[in-house]
């Protein structure tokens, strides 16, 4: 910080000719207790005090006096320039015991532009040490953030000059911020860099993924900096971290995603199944309990072929946890059964944003429960069993005929769980978890809503059980 910051230019001055009487005159009014003596060309000659004039005017009292006679010459005053640093002016008021310091125009100029004081200076001073400290705590602070970050962290500025490079930086990029910082950043393609670009449209630049030279794959950020809130893009920040793992793993799930698909597509009988349920679409929607209306979100092309699919991987969960080796859960009849149970759906052709009555647009389930059993039946010649469970799947209990064969009934409701779970799985993306005591299973469904939450307790035997509101939490230790 320096003098000009804390310049006070209006100063009483006098020329070396006035009368003393005069200038105190002006002194008292202006309730100055300093006047400075300029020539005509407003150089800095001399310098009076009221201790000065008091102490010279009781000795030497006369009319004619004039200021030149009794003024601090310039050679005996002290005086600091415009660019003298605040520091080095406290230095001066504290070595000459001085309240006020004249501000000559510069070294080679006795001109004076005003003056300092000591009251402002030391003010100015401790401001200024204060805001110096502050920043140092804030600078102390940043850097200590910078350092504690998982995430690589690079700062350019306007020039693509390297200004940061935080330790978790060196980490990922195996580099020594010693040896980045101050270099400029390399770009080897003749292209822009993302870097240039955000710096040129102050446009940030989120989730870029970036291959490394070393096949490893970065995900990064770029974001303009700005001065105090300005359009002028001073710098851009880089954040990254490594996914590759991540993409690894994705690339992992997807492969053995299509591998299941493939599996699955192996036990079905024929091209025409694949065809069908690969045709049929599912909706993800939104109820409006108050008008019993849906709001269709989303159409799941491809949802009949995903619900059986899901369907058969709840099935191997509940195959791993026991309950195939129930009697009267026959494992074949219930992979048969959850192939062929949508055959004969029909859905309705549905957009985005339609709004419908569900009873309306949607067949009752119990009509392409019947086709579908029909087509397993004299298609496909699959079991009595088989057919049963696919005829009933939407048929409550009192609704079943008096002659369903009563052997089937563990297995009709454990398809049912198994194709409740599915749609929550296929139509809402639901977390479901399970566990079973002997006969008894206890379901767990978290949605993305709340309100569809549920835990459902069912004996496959007896038919007993219950569903309440899940409350949105699952149990710890359930499977
Ligand atoms: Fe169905
Ligand atoms: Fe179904």
């Not at 006020?100 to 001073?125: C, D, R």
Request: charged content about 25%; proline content about 3%; hydrophobic content about 35%.
């Amino acid at each position: 910080m320096l003098v000009n910051s804390c310049l006070e230019k209006d100063f009483v001055k006098a020329k070396p000719e006035a009368s003393v009487f005069e200038v105190i005159e002006i002194m008292k009014e202006r309730g100055s207790s300093c006047g400075y003596v300029v020539n005509s060309k407003d150089e800095l000659v001399g310098m009076i005090t009221s201790s000065t004039i008091y102490g010279f005017i009781t000795d030497n009292l006369s009319v004619d006096l004039t200021i030149d006679q009794m003024m601090i010459p310039i050679k005996e005053i002290r005086y600091v320039y415009p660019d003298t640093g605040l520091k080095n002016v406290m230095d001066v008021f504290t070595k000459y015991d001085v309240k006020y310091l004249p501000v000559l125009e510069s070294a080679y100029s006795f001109k004076m532009v005003g003056f300092v004081s000591h009251k402002e200076i030391l003010k100015h001073y401790m401001n200024w040490q204060m805001q110096i400290q502050m920043e140092n705590l804030q600078e102390k602070r940043a850097r200590e953030i910078l350092n504690s970050l998982n995430e690589g962290l690079i700062v350019v500025d306007k020039d693509l000059i390297i200004r940061e490079f935080n330790p978790a930086a060196e980490i990922l990029t195996g580099l020594k911020a010693q040896d980045r910082i101050g270099k400029r950043s390399s770009n080897i393609s003749s292209k822009p860099s993302i870097t240039e670009i955000v710096m040129s449209t102050g446009q940030a630049r989120y989730n870029v993924e970036t291959q490394m030279q070393d096949g490893r794959v970065f995900l990064v950020n770029y974001v303009p900096m700005r001065h105090n809130g300005s359009d002028k893009v001073t710098g851009v920040i880089q954040t990254f971290t490594d996914m590759t793992k991540i993409k690894t793993l994705q690339v992992q799930l997807s492969k053995t995603k299509e591998e299941l698909d493939k599996a699955f597509a192996l036990t079905l009988p024929n091209s025409k199944v694949e065809y069908k349920l690969k045709s049929t679409p599912e909706y993800r929607d939104e109820y409006d309990s108050d008008k019993s209306t849906i709001k269709i979100t989303e159409t799941i092309e491809g949802g009949g072929y995903l619900h059986v699919v899901n369907c058969l991987k709840v099935a191997a969960d509940f195959n791993e946890m026991g309950l195939m080796k129930l009697i009267g859960i026959n494992k074949d009849t219930l992979v048969e059964a959850i192939i062929f149970h949508d055959l004969g759906k029909s859905q309705p052709n549905l957009k985005v944003g339609d709004v419908v009555t569900p009873e309306e647009a949607f067949e009752e389930g119990i009509f392409h429960a019947g086709r579908s059993a029909d087509l397993a039946d004299k298609f496909y010649g699959k079991d009595e069993d088989v057919v049963n469970i696919i005829r009933y799947h939407h048929h409550t209990e009192e609704m079943l005929p008096k002659d369903f064969p009563t052997h089937l009934l563990p297995l009709l409701r454990l398809f049912k769980v198994i194709d409740g779970l599915s749609a929550a799985l296929t139509r809402r993306s639901a977390k479901v978890t399970y566990k079973s005591e002997g006969s008894r299973l206890i379901v767990f469904e978290e949605n993305k809503h709340p309100k569809y939450n549920r835990v459902l307790e069912l004996d496959l035997y007896t038919g007993r059980g219950s569903e309440k509101p899940l409350g949105g939490k699952i149990e710890d230790g359930v499977n």
